[in-house]
T-cell receptor
Framework: SQQGEEDPQALSIQEGENATMNCSYKTSINNLQWYRQNSGRGLVHLILIRSNEREKHSGRLRVTLDTSKKSSSLLITASRAADTASYFCATDYSGNTPLVFGKGTRLSVIA | DTGVSQNPRHKITKRGQNVTFRCDPISEHNRLYWYRQTLGQGPEFLTYFQNEAQLEKSRLLSDRFSAERPKGSFSTLEIQRTEQGDSAMYLC??????????????FGPGTRLLVL
């Protein structure tokens, strides 16, 4: 079964607004990663946060990790129509096992 | 372009036929992964290689599926006696990983399989 579960399943916002997606997982992790997938394409790595980190930034992306709650959030600020995609969290729970992906959040940014 | 490439991009086949997909990873990467993704779901792990060794296979991978990475470079995924339930996007990813450290996986564009 897939370990990460994203919430919400779908999100629709206006261009310029912020988008927040959440990911919950079940067991201790080595790191957690976020990927983006445009319709019918491969996945693109966005950001990796290690279990001993609480927050990371990359451009308009901000990721937080709360290991006590076993959850992470991805914030996209000042969204653009080009941000329309599915966003997946992936958990690496031992460093030597394959990533486990959630079902994703489908983000639609309306111009 | 030095990204991950996959061929073919689309494959339509009749039930019972065999199909083979190819993945060419980023050249210096030692790990290569295969995933399957169905509509509305995230990628599901199938198998992975470190160099030419196949280190793990998912329980999802039935006996009809076989993967190889003969020289530690490109990989093939073969599905024998295809079934309609095999219809999905097959994704390949590669990475460089040493020991238990973190890795970033780089994905190819996928091969979309439709079994009629």
């Amino acid at each position: 079964s897939q370990q990460g579960e994203e919430d919400p399943q779908a999100l629709s916002i206006q261009e310029g607004e912020n988008a927040t997606m959440n990911c919950s997982y079940k067991t201790s992790i080595n790191n957690l990663q976020w990927y983006r997938q445009n319709s019918g394409r491969g996945l693109v790595h966005l950001i990796l946060i290690r279990s001993n980190e609480r927050e990371k930034h990359s451009g308009r992306l901000r990721v937080t990790l709360d290991t006590s709650k076993k959850s992470s959030s991805l914030l996209i600020t000042a969204s653009r129509a080009a941000d329309t995609a599915s966003y997946f969290c992936a958990t690496d729970y031992s460093g030597n096992t394959p990533l486990v992906f959630g079902k994703g959040t489908r983000l639609s940014v309306i111009a | 372009d030095t990204g991950v490439s996959q061929n073919p991009r689309h494959k339509i086949t009749k039930r019972g036929q065999n199909v083979t997909f190819r993945c060419d990873p980023i050249s210096e990467h030692n790990r290569l992964y295969w995933y399957r993704q169905t509509l509305g779901q995230g990628p599901e792990f199938l198998t992975y290689f470190q160099n030419e060794a196949q280190l793990e296979k998912s329980r999802l991978l039935s006996d009809r599926f076989s993967a190889e990475r003969p020289k530690g470079s490109f990989s093939t995924l073969e599905i024998q006696r295809t079934e309609q339930g095999d219809s999905a996007m097959y994704l390949c990813a590669s990475s460089w990983k040493q020991g238990g450290g973190s890795e970033t996986q780089y994905f190819g564009p996928g091969t979309r399989l439709l079994v009629l």
